[in-house]
């Protein structure tokens, strides 16, 4: 815990102080540009791995960067998943943010834990009943029959992430922004050891690594 306080203090001193105006600037509201969510897992840190700053992401994070389907939550809103659910609706009625991403990663703990057995699961109920989000992220690979774990753990990831953007669709409200072209919407698949960021492309459903020759950085 030292290092902690420590880090607050030397924060303070330096990178406060480095990014003084725009803290200052900051001070009454938010105006972020994107709406980034993503796993839980201490690896995955938005900021760094998009070189933002405060003020540019309004970032949610779950186990797995699950999206739950808005329906389910409509007829059942107060048992729904609410955390998740209610910050979209923020980020997108309140905020009106212009983009979203949803960022999976690789060896993602979410996606190991739904091939587990239920005896497992049962230890952490919370998480057992969050996870039963990804049960037809699940089927979908299945249905593949990935012939190793390594590869059933990537599909799982990358599909996770696929499924995650269709879920987004059923916001009305997404799917409304989406249509009229007032908001865009990026899947990304982050590989820690590598650092590399894939982006999914939507026509062709493909991940291909982000680079300096991408479309979208030249637009
Ligand atoms: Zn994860």
Redesign the pocket.
């Known amino acids: 815990m030292k290092e902690l306080f420590e880090g607050a203090i030397k924060f303070q001193e330096e990178d406060y102080l480095n990014h003084k105006e725009l803290y200052e600037n900051l001070k009454k509201s938010q105006d972020p540009h994107t709406l980034f969510i993503s ?1 839980v ?1 201490s690896r995955v840190v938005p900021n760094l791995i998009t070189n933002t700053l405060p003020g540019d992401l309004f970032v949610v994070r779950n ?3 699950i999206v739950p389907p808005y329906r389910e939550n409509k007829e059942n809103i107060r048992s729904g998943y609410l955390a998740t659910t209610s910050a979209i609706e923020y980020a997108l009625n309140i905020l009106n943010i212009k983009n979203i991403i949803v960022c999976g ?1 690789s060896n ?3 996606c190991h834990l739904i091939y587990e057995d239920e005896n497992k699961l049962s230890q952490t109920p919370y998480v057992s009943k969050w996870l039963e989000l990804l049960q037809p992220v699940k089927e979908r690979v299945e249905a593949l029959r990935p012939d190793t774990k390594a590869k059933r753990i990537w599909l799982t990831e990358q599909i996770n992430i696929e499924y995650q953007l269709e879920n987004l669709m059923t916001y009305p409200f997404v799917e409304e922004k989406f249509d009229s072209g007032e908001l865009r919407i990026y899947g990304w698949y982050y590989i820690i050891e590598t650092g590399e960021i894939l982006n999914y492309n939507m026509i062709k459903r493909e991940f291909k690594a982000i680079s300096a020759h991408s479309n979208y950085i030249k637009r």
Request: glycine share 22%.
């Open positions: 796993c897992d186990i797995g960067n990663h993602c703990g979410a």
